[in-house]
């Protein structure tokens, strides 16, 4: 367990409803465990008018198992 420095959790159901937290000015790297839900999160962002969101495909152990960057 553990997350990715400076993620902040919004879960996918929650997403429509905490759009007003989300930077727009930032890019949004996306993710979940494996991969599934952030691609449905990072569809919903795009539709709602976000243009710099990127999904981590591989999810969160994907990046645990490719960095040391993990808290």
């Known amino acids: 367990a553990g997350h990715i420095p ?3 959790h919004h879960p996918l ?6 759009l007003a937290d ?3 000015d930032t ?3 996306i993710h979940c465990q494996a991969g ?3 691609a449905i999160g990072a ?3 795009e539709r709602m008018g976000f243009t710099d969101v ?3 495909t591989a ?3 994907g990046w645990a198992r490719a960095t040391a960057g993990v808290e």
């Not at 159901?13 to 905490?18: C, D, L, Q």
């Open 43 to 45: 569809s919903v962002l």
């Open 54 to 56: 990127v999904d981590l």
């Open 59 to 61: 999810g969160y152990a």
């Open 13 to 18: 159901g929650t997403v429509t409803a905490t």
């Open 6 to 8: 400076g993620a902040e």
């Open 27 to 29: 890019p949004l790297a």
């Open 22 to 24: 989300l930077p727009r």
């Open 36 to 38: 599934t839900r952030s």
